[in-house]
């Protein structure tokens, strides 16, 4: 089986997901209980911003492999099921979020004695971006 690569689509996903990032995590939506969760100080917090950039291009790429995966398991699940291509998007993202992305989280969170609510702001921006991803890479 060939499997279409949509190299826009991907490069258009990741975009979507790190836009999603930092609207979640603003002031404006959750980024004011993450940032008390966390410990930060309004000083440290302009300290560690300083040298967020090169996590940015990190955060950046993770999101293009992300989103290179999430095609191949789009284009399988179209090709399998035969599902609409927007549900067969967020339906592969839904799955792919709660069978690895939210379990290696709670695992970290249970086991790296860290508080449950920021579990539940960090695996749901996971939640909402790659839902995010898969509607982008469907529609396009």
Do not use: C, R
């Not at 991907?10 to 209980?33: D, E, H, N, R």
């Amino acid at each position: 089986m060939n499997i279409e690569v949509n190299y826009i689509a991907i490069f258009a996903a990741a975009i979507a997901s790190m836009a999603i990032g930092f609207a979640w995590y603003s002031k404006a939506v959750l980024g004011g209980p993450w940032t008390k969760l966390k410990g930060y100080t309004e000083e440290s917090l302009k300290s560690a911003q300083k040298e967020m950039g090169k996590w940015y291009g990190v955060s950046f790429v993770v999101a293009l492999v992300t989103a290179y995966v999430l095609n191949h398991v789009i284009a399988l699940s179209l090709n399998y099921y035969g599902y609409a291509e927007l549900q067969t998007g967020l339906t592969s993202a839904f799955w792919m979020w709660l069978g690895f992305i939210m379990p290696v989280q709670l695992g970290a969170t249970i086991f790296g004695d860290k508080k449950f609510q920021l579990f539940a702001i960090d695996t749901g921006y996971q939640l909402v971006s790659i839902l995010a991803m898969g509607a982008v890479i469907a529609l396009l």
